[in-house]
């Protein structure tokens, strides 16, 4: 009795799966080519820029590489140093609060901001706002840096619920679950903010696009 063979159409849907692994890797390579390439293209102008039209054509090309979904904080660093040196405050401002959500404070970052905030006056006259002294939490560390503490937190409150479960109430384990569960509250809120902020300044630069590509045309 011969085996039947699959069909024709059968086999180009079997070709077709079997390929859609290499197609995404391929599409994830050209991403990627893409972010480097606008990435050094950006780094070139920004070496080479002496007027703010220099510096904001440099900004731009960072914010394609955004768009390309290459955001992080280097990233957003350099593209509000240059759209301060292009005179653009306020949204230097905001892109240096992205760095600063991404990868955590630094002095670099903070007398940006405070050059970005002055705008023409001394920065030394200008402070930032005083509710940062409260978030050090928050604004000092990058995102990564408090998912990874929001899920130490979550572990370290299980482990004391276990050994309170099986008996162990002694002074300690009660410390741990208390400062667990405040950890935890603190940085889940710290993180869900974040991501809610990031998700606004992505549908701004998304709206800014399409006001910009709607006048082009």
């Known amino acids: 009795m011969n085996a039947q063979r699959p069909s024709p159409t059968w086999r180009a849907g079997l070709a077709a799966l ?3 692994p290499t197609l995404a890797a391929a599409m994830r390579f050209d991403e990627h080519v893409e972010r480097e390439f ?3 293209q950006a780094e070139t102008q920004v070496a080479s820029a002496t007027t703010e039209a220099d510096f904001l054509r440099a900004a731009e090309t960072y914010r394609a590489v955004v768009r390309a979904g290459g955001g992080n904080g280097p990233l957003f660093y350099n593209m509000g140093v240059a759209l301060l040196n ?3 405050y306020d ?3 905001r892109a240096l609060i992205r760095a600063e959500r991404h990868m955590g404070s630094s002095p670099d970052i903070r007398r940006n901001m405070r050059l970005a905030l002055a705008r023409e006056r001394d920065p030394a006259d200008v402070f930032l ?6 978030l050090f939490w928050h604004c000092g560390l990058g ?3 408090r998912a990874g503490l929001a899920v130490g937190a979550f572990a370290g409150f299980w482990l004391a619920m276990s050994l309170m479960a099986f008996g ?5 384990v009660r410390l741990l679950r208390a400062l667990s569960a405040t950890l935890f509250i603190l940085y889940v809120s710290s993180v869900a903010a974040s991501l809610l902020h990031e998700r606004r300044d992505e549908l701004r630069d998304r709206m800014r696009i399409s006001v910009s590509e709607g006048f082009d045309t």
């Open 143 to 145: 995102f990564r840096t």
């Open 86 to 88: 292009a005179g653009m």
């Open 91 to 93: 949204e230097a401002l």
């Open 18 to 20: 079997l390929a859609l």
């Open 168 to 172: 162990l109430r002694a002074r300690p």
């Open 129 to 134: 706002p005083w509710q940062r002294l409260f």
């Open 38 to 40: 606008l990435w050094h």
